[in-house]
């Protein structure tokens, strides 16, 4: 059993937590407002979660799940978080966010700057890609051959492959992008980025989701890299 610590507790990071859970593992939920209002969540998540602040979450936690809107990153806890495997779902909205003149540039990436802002933990890009009714509809056990694939990026092997082995355990395969770098072929705006996972492109939210294969992101992710060499 591993116990998930979540920076942040909306829709990817509830629905990421109920899979946890549903996999047999305890969940610390932490949001921007306070412990008290994740009272419900806690309650329908089950004796295995619990709510806490920020700190809390990211001490207790085996590994961390940082999923908040990415202007906030620089609010992460990073003492706490030493040493750990950081799962960060982060994506760059400028009209969000505002603008972010390295990532404007592509001179960097969002986990890249999640990890110069933790630099004694092991981050890995996941989650960041896939919307939380499909997050949550495609599990499936360990050799269903209706299973799904979740990219991952990270500078750490070994993170990597706790990442893997805890997908796995939620119901997911796990399609390796390489470094952290390379994180930027399922961020927004890119063949990988949501729509694939959806049947009706034009109808995604309530749309049944599609399965994913990880031959079906290494397809995308190799078009992500030929529309960026083509300017």
């Known amino acids: 059993m591993t116990t998930w610590g979540f920076i942040g507790s909306g829709n990817i990071g509830s629905t990421v937590a109920r899979l946890a859970v549903d996999a047999g593992h305890d969940v610390v939920m932490s949001n921007s407002r306070g412990p008290e209002t994740l009272a419900d969540l806690v ?22 799940v940082v999923t ?31 603008q972010i003149p390295e990532l404007d540039e592509e001179s960097t990436t969002t986990s890249e700057l999640l990890q110069e802002h933790l ?8 989650f960041n890609n896939i919307a939380y009714p499909h997050l949550a509809g495609l599990a499936r056990p360990s050799g269903s051959p209706e299973r799904s694939a979740l990219a991952i990026a990270g500078d750490d092997a070994q993170a990597k492959a706790a990442v893997t082995r805890l997908l796995d355990e939620i119901g997911y395969d796990a399609y390796d992008l390489g470094p952290l ?10 063949s990988a980025y949501g729509l694939i996972y ?26 992500a890299q030929r529309y960026r060499d083509m300017g």
């Open 68 to 98: 908040i809107p990415l202007k906030a990153y620089r609010d992460v806890p990073v003492a706490e978080l030493d040493g750990k495997v950081v799962m960060d779902t982060m994506n760059y909205y400028p009209q969000r966010d505002g």
């Open 119 to 126: 630099p004694g933990s092991h981050v890995v890009k996941v």
């Open 198 to 223: 959806a049947s009706d492109p034009a109808n995604w939210f309530s749309a049944p989701p599609r399965q994913v294969t990880a031959g079906d992101l290494a397809e995308a992710a190799g078009r």
């Open 181 to 190: 770098a390379e994180g930027w072929r399922t961020q927004r705006d890119t």
């Open 43 to 64: 309650a329908e998540l089950g004796p295995h979660a619990r709510a806490a602040d920020a700190r809390t979450a990211a001490a207790e936690g085996d590994v961390a």
